[in-house]
């Protein structure tokens, strides 16, 4: 069974660039959660979904971060625009209900630079 | 709201040794789950173990156990015959029914040989 799947991996961006995240949950999981990471400190959630709808974007900077789950599956975070502050890891992670574990399965991140 | 306190940020063992990191939180739920996750220098973060809270006997895998005091707002986790493979950041993490999760800082751990 594929994981969480993120991309890019890294990217680097001069402030004020526009940037993208991508990220695949398991399949049939339909919870998915984006953190953002600083470094050396914990993940900090920015969004969760149930299926299609944001059900807690309360710590999203909303005047420059949106998210979108369109159909119920893959997610995108943007950044527009960048400031340096955001250089950190960005984690997506995803889990079901069905299990009732209530274990997150987390991609591997995407580490934003900004210049 | 719930909060999640790691008060170790870096910790040393030798290989073979026992360690035990500590985890306290606060809630005023009653059901929820509590977790540690590692997080290698890859950087993927995996589940090491979950405990629930209506549970009283503590969650254990293999070299790896805890100490939950609900009563206390504690949750240890202890690694016993460490590896150098255990070497990473270790989160605790907190879960409630609502699926809200939030982690401590972390506590960053060495095995050394």
């Known amino acids: 069974e594929a994981g969480v799947v993120q991309s890019p991996r890294y990217k680097i961006i001069e402030k004020k660039q526009p940037v993208a995240f991508w990220c695949n949950p398991i399949?049939?999981?339909?919870?998915l959660y984006w953190y953002r990471q600083n470094l050396g400190q914990g993940p900090e959630l920015l969004i969760r979904y149930e299926n299609e709808e944001a059900v807690d974007d309360s710590q999203l900077p909303k005047d420059r971060f949106s998210a979108e789950r369109l159909k119920g599956v893959d997610s995108t975070l943007k950044i527009q625009p960048a400031e340096l502050g955001d250089s950190a890891v960005y984690l997506c992670a995803s889990r079901t209900r069905q299990e009732n574990t209530g274990e997150l399965f987390f991609g591997e991140g995407s580490r934003l630079t900004v210049l | 709201a719930q909060t999640v306190t790691q008060s170790q940020p870096e910790m040393s063992v030798q290989e073979a040794e026992t360690v035990t990191l500590s985890c306290t939180y606060d809630?005023?739920?009653?059901?929820?789950?509590l977790f540690w996750y590692k997080q290698p220098p890859s950087r993927q973060m995996i589940l090491v173990i979950r405990?629930?809270?209506?549970?009283?006997q503590n969650a254990t895998e293999n070299r790896f156990s805890v100490n939950f005091q609900k009563a206390a707002k504690s949750f240890s986790l202890k690694i016993s015959d460490s590896q150098l493979g255990d070497t990473a950041m270790y989160f605790c993490a907190f879960s409630n029914r609502d699926d809200k999760i939030i982690f401590g800082k972390g506590t960053r751990l060495h095995i050394l040989p």
């Open positions: 399949s049939g999981h339909n919870t």
């Open positions: 809630t005023s739920e009653s059901n929820y789950y």
């Open positions: 405990q629930e809270a209506y549970k009283q």
